[in-house]
């Protein structure tokens, strides 16, 4: 068997960590904390690639599709967190952005690694939420050689879904099989090998730009405030009733009986304020407006 893994990006020895088993723990921190500094500007310099990417989630989002992440591990677990952390900061189902990791819900604790070697697990987790062309598939990878992630691009791309792919390596064997080619190029880690390190933070990067932009195209933010937010405890209870009060100007009092009035819902209520108006009322200029409250408030 040939060893073409030592060819990869991703396997490459970093210099500057080259000794680093000698060092001091503030001597070992600084190494660390400088090649981390390389990653946000790894992803600097494919922002147009990504802006992209959101272009077509956004069209899948106005189509009744969905956005599904799919990896193994951890750019697996990347997906997922970015997943679950949408529904209660967006308001959006649980359906509508999706973390598939390699080794099901065991591998997001413990370590599966053999699972990513299953093309054909890849496809039928794709078939189990059931997948269409409608919806988005972004792949996961560091070094981009997942089976796991390989077989259910290709059988995303054959269904005609639109595709996406994140890699830091340039050779990925992700990136033949799909339209958005995201190669993040963070060079060596800095424990050679070790992609949760530099690769999963740019990873993480660019999950967190691709899930927030395409929210915020849809109109789950105004200004940069989340005000589409579930107020599922206490904490978030109390946010609502300050995006309310800091958005409409309007005194405490009135953003309580206005959050209490929507239904607890903060987006409505900021609508019922504005234009003073009732629930049913502003839950349909909102409809009207495709879920843009600059495009109400510009009325009020």
């Known amino acids: 068997m040939s060893d073409t893994l030592s060819l990869y990006t991703t396997e490459q020895r970093n210099a500057a960590s080259a000794d680093i088993d000698s060092k001091d723990s503030l001597e070992i921190m600084k190494i660390i904390n400088g090649e981390d500094k390389k990653v946000p500007l790894a992803v600097e310099k494919i922002l147009p690639e990504i802006a992209a990417l959101v272009d077509d989630i956004v069209v899948s989002f106005q189509n009744g599709g969905r956005l599904i992440y799919i990896g193994a591990g951890t750019s697996g677990r990347l997906g997922v967190l970015d997943a679950s952390e949408c529904p209660p900061t967006f308001g959006v ?68 879904a639109v595709t996406g792919a994140v890699s830091c390596n340039q050779d990925s064997k992700t990136f033949p099989l799909v339209k958005h080619r995201l190669y993040v190029d963070v060079g060596p880690e800095v424990v050679t090998g070790s992609t949760r390190m530099k690769s999963g933070t740019a990873q993480k990067l660019i999950l967190n730009m691709l899930s927030t932009a395409s929210m915020i195209r849809i109109g789950k933010v105004y200004k940069n405030l989340m005000v589409d937010l579930r107020p599922v405890n206490h904490k978030l209870i109390l946010r609502s009733v300050r995006l309310i009060r800091e958005v409409t100007g309007c005194s405490t009092e009135q953003a309580e009986a206005a959050f209490a009035a929507s239904g607890k819902n903060p987006k409505t209520a900021i609508v019922m304020v504005f234009l003073g108006t009732g629930k049913t009322r502003a839950e349909a200029l909102l409809r009207e407006a495709g879920g843009h409250i600059s495009a109400l408030a510009a009325n009020s």
Do not use: C, H, N
Request: charged share 25%; aromatic share 4%.
């Open 93 to 160: 189902s649980p359906e509508m952005v999706q973390g598939l990791i390699a080794g099901g819900r065991e591998a997001l604790t413990a370590s599966v690694e053999a699972a990513e070697d299953r093309a054909e697990e890849g496809i039928g987790d794709l078939k189990k939420i059931g997948f269409t062309a409608r919806d988005v598939l972004v792949g996961i990878t560091a070094s981009g050689q997942a089976p796991y992630v390989l077989g259910a691009l290709d059988y995303a791309r054959q269904l005609g």
